[in-house]
């Protein structure tokens, strides 16, 4: 099993920035990619970005290109969403999960992801 642990989530006003932190334990070796999905109240998870646990490559869903960016330090299991250039419909929870599967095309879909943390609320205000 892999346990996930969110942080960082919190409010702040359009244009703001906050980074977000996943760190994982457990069976971490079993890792292909770990990624970040948001979700709002009756709302299905949207993909906001994924990064590959050994290839370090990066994908991210289209509202947030340019905007956000994920990364990894692997020494501590850790994955980091910076978020900068904040709107108010970025507003939702945040969860990181993780993906077993070796092919890169699995990752923006949250059906195939395994394990979730608690998810973090951020709240962005005009």
């Known amino acids: 099993q892999v346990q996930l642990r969110e942080s960082g989530g919190g409010s702040v006003q359009a244009g703001g920035s906050l980074r977000l932190s996943c760190v994982a334990s457990?069976?971490?070796?079993?890792?292909?990619?770990l990624g970040w999905f948001r979700q709002l109240p009756g709302k299905e998870r949207e993909f906001v970005a994924a990064i590959g646990w050994t290839s370090g490559r990066t994908y991210y869903g289209d509202p947030v290109k340019g905007r956000f960016s994920i990364s990894r330090a692997n020494a501590e299991n850790t994955v980091y969403l910076q978020m900068s250039g904040l709107k108010p419909e970025d507003t939702a929870v945040y969860y990181c999960?993780?993906?077993?599967?070796?092919?890169?095309?699995?990752?923006?879909?949250?059906?195939?992801?395994?394990?979730w943390g608690q998810g973090t609320q951020v709240t962005v205000s005009t």
């Open positions: 999960g993780t993906n077993t599967l070796g092919y890169d095309s699995s990752w923006s879909m949250s059906r195939l992801y395994d394990y």
């Open positions: 457990g069976r971490t070796v079993s890792i292909a990619a």
